[in-house]
């Protein structure tokens, strides 16, 4: 089981990516966004200080799963300062880590606050884009300025066997890495639900996954079983 370790105790090439990724300023609308958002603060937060930086990946510096998740949530990881960290019960922090925990790849089922004893065992959760965007919708030249952390948290990881992205957006920036490293991404696979695709060239296998937005939990779209089953897909490919 892995600990939750703080910068200086990651392996050196990791230890780098997170510090790089912590001091970006490179998208300045996104930056004010998080900052704004930390100063003014959600009343039910207000006697928090809120983290307002970009947001490092966490997880087992030994992962052979890796997780991609959209963006940091305002009052989520904005606040907290660990990725899919501190959105509420009924939010996606707590759905993803429940049915992680479910499948064997986290030590509990709540992901409430950096401190709160959350491990993961063989697996790494890092987002598309660093930092939280307005609406959720970062533009693409900010999806594009943050490309190059997610390759650089991946082959810091050289362990990953199995991508799991959470939503078209994610999955999309990692067929895009892909594509960048020479796998073959022609005919263009396509985004859904369950979906799994080997892209060759020493590739991790790649599964798709509805992400777990209050809009998609809410409304049924995604249900905890339906995501149970793409973690078991993981952990069966990892079994193999």
């Not at 996104?30 to 947001?55: F, T």
């Not at 082959?155 to 799991?164: K, N, Q, S, Y």
Request: glycine residues 10%.
């Amino acid at each position: 089981m892995s600990k939750a370790l703080r910068i200086e105790q990651l392996p050196t090439r990791l230890a780098h990516v997170h510090r790089a990724i912590v001091a970006c300023d490179a998208c300045p609308r996104l930056r004010q966004y998080c900052q704004d958002i930390g100063r003014i603060r959600k009343k039910a937060y207000r006697e928090e200080e809120y983290w307002a930086r970009p947001v490092p990946g966490f997880g087992d510096p030994e992962a052979r799963l890796l997780v991609i998740g959209l963006a940091p949530a305002a009052h989520g990881a904005n606040r907290t300062g660990r990725v899919f960290t501190g959105d509420g019960p009924y939010g996606s922090s707590d759905f993803l880590m429940a049915a992680l925990h479910r499948t064997g790849f986290a030590s509990q089922p709540t992901s409430r606050h950096r401190d709160d004893g959350l491990r993961l065992a063989g697996a790494y959760i890092a987002a598309a884009v660093r930092c939280a965007p307005p609406d959720n919708k970062p533009a693409p030249e900010e999806i594009r300025r943050c490309l190059p952390f997610l390759a650089s948290e991946y082959a810091a990881l050289p362990g990953v066997e199995v991508v799991v992205a959470l939503g078209g957006l994610a999955f999309g920036v990692w067929l895009r890495l892909a594509a960048e490293r020479g796998a073959n991404v022609r005919p263009r696979p396509a985004f859904g639900h369950g979906v799994a695709y080997d892209l060759g060239a020493g590739e991790p296998l790649l599964l798709g996954c509805y992400h777990p937005s209050r809009q998609n939990t809410t409304t049924g779209r995604l249900t905890q079983p339906m995501m149970d089953d793409v973690f078991r897909k993981a952990r069966r490919r990892l079994q193999e």
